[in-house]
T-cell receptor, first 111, second 119 residues
Framework: KQEVTQIPAALSVPEGENLVLNCSFT??????LQWFRQDPGKGLTSLLL?????REQTSGRLNASLDKSSGRSTLYIAASQPGDSATYLC??????????FGTGTRLKVLA | GAVVSQHPSWVICKSGTSVKIECRSL??????MFWYRQFPKQSLMLMAT?????????EQGVEKDKFLINHASLTLSTLTVTSAHPEDSSFYIC???????????????FGPGTRLTVT
């Protein structure tokens, strides 16, 4: 059974810092991995989607990497801003297309 | 990009009543949709897989008679919470998997969620 864990559970950093969020999964047989952002009381915003054949994806200040063999993904946020404050979720999809979500990292960027 | 909508976005109902939540794919067809629930400060948990024209597949521990799912068309799935109780209060999010689009990459598109409060 696939399990997805995110570390740290919460993170507070000063504005401008570069930071890394971690996601690990127990079953490496995945089709893709997706990183989402969720603001309090809101739905999900897709940030980056990495196919199983890819190693990384980049969008603006965000870079996500995937190491399928070790069951890990990282989300790198460069030059963090207060507007980046949110909960970040990673989710993995297997052959049935179902997404298994991680436990989330609550990020707070201090001005 | 592909858009998924949910209606209503927020609903309050009395204990014992039933509530229907709609999930629509606005600009693509979705043979498969998924329903998730999220309790406060927790992650999303998959409830069921909704397949157009067939019965939904429920995850272990989810009561299929309580959470009725109907996927009657390629763009609409509904989740009905029957005889709702306060413990059913949660954030319900649907997602839709595109079918037949060029370059299908198994990506799913998520709706904005529906917040259900049962009093």
């Amino acid at each position: 059974k696939q399990e997805v864990t995110q570390i740290p559970a919460a993170l507070s950093v000063p504005e401008g810092e570069n930071l890394v969020l971690n996601c690990s999964f127990t079953d490496s047989a995945i089709y893709n991995l997706q990183w989402f952002r969720q603001d309090p009381g809101k739905g999900l915003t897709s940030l980056l989607l990495i196919q199983s054949s890819q190693r990384e994806q980049t969008s603006g200040r965000l870079n996500a990497s995937l190491d399928k063999s070790s069951g890990r993904s990282t989300l790198y946020i460069a030059a963090s801003q207060p507007g980046d404050s949110a909960t970040y979720l990673c989710a993995v999809s297997s052959g049935t297309y179902k997404y298994i979500f991680g436990t989330g990292t609550r990020l707070k960027v201090l001005a | 990009g592909a858009v998924v909508s949910q209606h209503p976005s927020w609903v309050i109902c009395k204990s014992g009543t039933s509530v229907k939540i709609e999930c629509r794919s606005l600009d693509f067809q979705a043979t498969t949709m998924f329903w998730y629930r999220q309790f406060p400060k927790q992650s999303l948990m998959l409830m069921a897989t909704s397949n157009e024209g067939s019965k939904a597949t429920y995850e272990q521990g989810v009561e299929k008679d309580k959470f009725l799912i109907n996927h009657a068309s390629l763009t609409l799935s509904t989740l009905t919470v029957t005889s709702a109780h306060p413990e059913d209060s949660s954030f319900y999010i649907c997602s839709a998997k595109s079918s037949g689009l060029a370059g299908d990459s198994y990506e799913q598109y998520f709706g904005p969620g529906t917040r259900l409060t049962v009093t």
